[in-house]
């Protein structure tokens, strides 16, 4: 027999699987040996009372135990010598793109600008030593894109893009963690997940498609408003009439081909900002209350609020992480967080941004539909003349100072290895956006009670939250607006924002090939 109830425990108890178990034959009323098994399906933090308490809702079996089933069963064959979908771009969107395709019985190749992942490594660290740059091979760019190097957090705010929990069953079925089937907000570790993102590319080569590294796409091959195919820098061509374009929102260039070439592209709002790193203790210490325990994660914040007309909010908030440099040219400074799967650093650090909307950026519609890229690039130009001119040493600012606008004479300890060097942010940051921080950061203290002070650091700048620019595509089809065969696809094409959105876009892009190949 299987039973579901969910119950509340202290810190201390979820921990302990004899008392879970001891609680449950209470409330079922039944002989504690009766019971076979109990499973966590959801965990979740209430943290809202003087004292924090664990949700979490379990499945009880009273008898046989069932072996564990997937909801969304997954089923890779051989597809050599099947039809060809070419997919430029080897993160999620790409990846999970390619698995789909496998599943439907397509032969997917995936053209990755950036190197695989262990030689990808390689090029990280010599970045974090700030040794060196290689602007295809980094924390954007490489297999697994920019997802592999993050905290690889796998939930996303909208429940009406797909399903959620097949993304999950997926990496899971690659290699990640029990914890992330039944977490409610499951993250797998940037420790974690090259293994994951490695293994995904031999379950697609193992099934007869292809994973190109070193093949950065310079060119689409239309004629009459169909694609015909691929150009790479390596001048090879590869041919198809179904190309899937999930290059994601850090391939500037991609951008400008397709202007170049007369392709439809659109403005879209985005936001810009810095990174903030507090203590985690402090973070620890404010979210829970003062409760200290070792039974508790490191706590999480999510921060809103509105600034002359525009959202001021925290993005990408990494507990127990450290931050990164994320900039694709060399001068350039952009700053990201991410998390190991433990989340045991002693800093908290969270994107602070604020939304620019294309009514912001008047002296920039000279660029058209470029006109936020160009606005992001000058940031992050800003950033590298204000670092000390040494590669990615990042500007910095006590958090206090900067909503004060006054200059820090000494830094912090910070997590971000290539070192920061103090900096006017508030100075240099352009107007409207230095203005609306400083007064979101005021009002997030009186959210959070210390989380405004002299020992937390701003890091500048946090400028790729997402695509500042759309690639249209029709809505049923999901094709380009002009070009037949060519499916804009995830967070660079403007339809995802995050793994797990991206991942299931690339899932509906790759099940509309099948269902238009019918047609």
Request: charge should be neutral.
């Amino acid at each position: 027999m299987l039973t579901e109830i969910q119950l509340t425990f202290s810190p201390e108890q979820s921990d302990n699987h004899n008392f879970i178990k001891h609680k449950v034959a209470s409330t079922l009323n039944i002989p504690q040996d009766d019971i076979v098994n109990v499973q966590i399906v959801k965990k979740s933090i209430d943290a809202r009372g003087r004292y924090p308490l664990i949700l979490i809702k379990l499945r009880v079996f009273i008898g046989e135990v069932p072996q564990y089933q997937y909801e969304n069963p997954l089923k890779y064959e051989n597809v050599s010598g099947k039809q060809e979908v070419i997919i430029a771009g080897g993160g999620p969107a790409g990846l999970f793109a390619a698995l789909r395709l496998i599943e439907l019985g397509f032969c997917p190749i995936v053209l990755e600008r950036g190197k695989d992942i262990h030689e990808r490594k390689k090029n990280i660290a010599q970045l974090n030593k700030n040794q060196s740059f290689n602007e295809d091979s980094n924390y954007c760019f490489g297999e697994g894109g920019a997802g592999t190097f993050s905290d690889g957090k796998l939930f996303s705010r909208s429940k009406k893009r797909g399903n959620t929990q097949r993304i999950i069953e997926i990496f899971h079925y690659h290699g990640a963690a029990d914890e992330i089937l039944y977490e409610a907000h499951p993250h797998i570790g940037t420790d974690k997940l090259p293994i994951i993102i490695e293994n995904i590319r031999k379950t697609i080569t193992g099934c007869g498609g292809k994973v190109i590294f070193n093949a950065k796409v310079i060119d689409l091959l239309i004629n009459s408003n169909q694609i015909e195919g691929i150009k790479t820098a390596d001048n090879n061509i590869y041919w198809s009439k179904n190309v899937i374009l999930a290059t994601g929102h850090s391939a500037r260039d991609i951008y400008q081909l397709l202007q170049n070439k007369n392709i439809a592209l659109q403005q879209k709002g985005f936001a810009v900002g810095v990174r903030v790193e507090h203590r985690q203790e402090l973070i620890d210490e404010i979210q829970y209350n003062g409760y200290k325990t070792n039974y508790l994660p490191a706590a999480v914040y999510n921060l809103v609020s509105q600034v002359d007309g525009r959202g001021v909010y925290s993005f990408c908030m990494c507990p127990g992480g450290i931050i990164v440099p994320a900039a694709t040219a060399a001068n350039q400074v952009v700053v990201n967080g991410m998390s190991s799967s433990k989340r045991n650093s002693p800093y908290a650090n969270s994107g602070i941004v604020t939304e620019i909307c294309p009514g912001d950026l008047t002296e920039y519609q000279k660029f058209g539909e470029l006109a936020g890229l160009h606005f992001q690039q000058d940031l992050e130009n800003l950033a590298f003349n204000n670092n000390g001119g040494t590669l990615q040493t990042a500007p910095a600012q006590r958090l206090s100072d900067f909503v004060r606008s006054k200059l820090s004479a000494d830094l912090p300890d910070c997590s971000y290895l290539p070192n920061i060097i103090s900096s006017p942010l508030h100075f240099w940051l352009p107007d409207f956006v230095s203005r609306r921080l400083q007064e979101g950061f005021k009002q997030f203290n009186k959210k959070m009670k210390g989380f405004l002070t002299s020992e937390a650091v701003i890091l500048g700048v946090e400028s790729r939250t997402s695509s500042p620019i759309r690639i249209p595509r029709n809505d049923e089809t999901l094709q380009h607006i002009q070009i037949q065969g060519l499916y804009p696809c995830g967070e660079g094409a403007g339809y995802s924002g995050g793994i797990t959105s991206s991942a299931i876009d690339g899932e509906r892009v790759a099940e509309k090939i099948e269902i238009n190949s019918r047609l």
